[in-house]
């Protein structure tokens, strides 16, 4: 699980605007497919937070020598 979270004041006089990102990372137990799931929140704001839910599947092939 990774987690950030940001702060920045875009503009000046302005109050600053926090972004928190969790992320999670899950791989398969057959090892082909990584899951990326991302929760994005909006500390103190009127705004929502939102989730986004990537999969990964395998998109390469190794060479056998």
Known sequence: IIETEVASRPYPNKPSVQIKEKQQW??????KTLT???DVDFPNSVLQGF???QPWTEIY???KP
């Open 36 to 38: 990326i799931r991302t």
């Open 26 to 31: 899950k791989l398969s137990t057959d090892l």
């Open 51 to 53: 989730q986004l839910i």
């Open 61 to 63: 092939t190794k060479d």
